[in-house]
């Protein structure tokens, strides 16, 4: 069975806080799973990043960007999530190829065809079989992703993407909420703007339930 979970949204929307949490839910519950994350889920993953995200990489085409992450991709399904899936562990990852369609194909105005075409054989076709988008005002996820690289000791740390201008956040939200229309089996929508107690409660739901476990009390 794919137990292939991914964690989506815009900016500062709490994914990596939420699986996270997520991740010592399902250690709490005895169930086997890995934490992994795009495009950093390998060593070479974390070069192709560094590239990606490096603030004085201003004139990044959008091809060369969206090939690096599928360059990432390929490496990351192959390197990591195939064999844990094949393992029989659930695979949590942070992002994957819906941040593809909704950055570089609702947001950067990429081909969608295109861009389902090289996805399919950067990931070998594979699918996540459970996909919680979190959901939240752009507005207040780049407030919250401010406050958190504020805090970093390398402020160029704080990545290309944040820079971007308003709209461009905004049809990446769009994008991401199209994407859950058009595939309501696979998405969750999770109300990102409550505190992250509050969002970790909706989050262990849609999980225990996706994994046949009995909801928790608390
Ligand atoms: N529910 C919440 N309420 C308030 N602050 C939050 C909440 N969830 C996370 N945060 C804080 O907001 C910041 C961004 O959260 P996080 O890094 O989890 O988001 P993200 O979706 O992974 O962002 P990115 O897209 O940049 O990777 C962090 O400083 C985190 O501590
Ligand atoms: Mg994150």
């Known amino acids: 069975m794919n137990r292939f979970i991914t964690f989506e949204g815009g900016e500062g929307s709490g994914k990596s806080t939420q699986i996270r949490l997520a991740a010592q ?3 709490e519950n005895g169930i086997p799973a ?7 889920g390998t060593a070479i993953g974390r070069k192709i990043g560094a590239i990606l995200f490096d603030r004085s ?10 090939l690096l992450f599928f360059a990432a991709r390929a490496q990351h399904v192959r390197e990591v999530i ?21 950055y570089q194909g609702s947001g950067r105005r990429l081909d969608m065809r295109m861009l389902s075409v090289l996805n399919d054989y950067s990931a070998q076709s594979l699918k996540p079989a459970l996909t919680l988008l979190f959901d939240l005002p752009v507005e207040a996820g780049l407030a919250r992703a401010r406050r958190r690289d504020e805090k970093l000791e390398n402020p160029a740390l704080a990545d290309r ?11 990446v939200r769009e994008g991401y909420l199209r994407l859950s229309r058009e595939d309501p089996d696979r998405f969750r929508l999770i109300d990102a703007s409550g505190d992250v107690e509050t969002v970790r409660k909706r989050v262990s739901e849609h999980l225990l339930r996706f994994l046949n476990r009995p909801a928790q009390a608390g």
């Open 34 to 40: 890995i934490l992994t994350s795009e495009p950093s």
């Open 25 to 27: 839910l399902l250690r």
């Open 57 to 66: 990489h201003d004139s990044m085409c959008a091809e060369t960007e969206v």
């Open 82 to 102: 195939s064999p844990a899936l094949a393992e029989d562990k659930v695979v949590l990852c942070d992002r994957f190829a819906d941040a593809t369609f909704a």
């Open 161 to 171: 993407f944040e820079r971007e201008e308003i709209d461009f956040h905004n049809r």
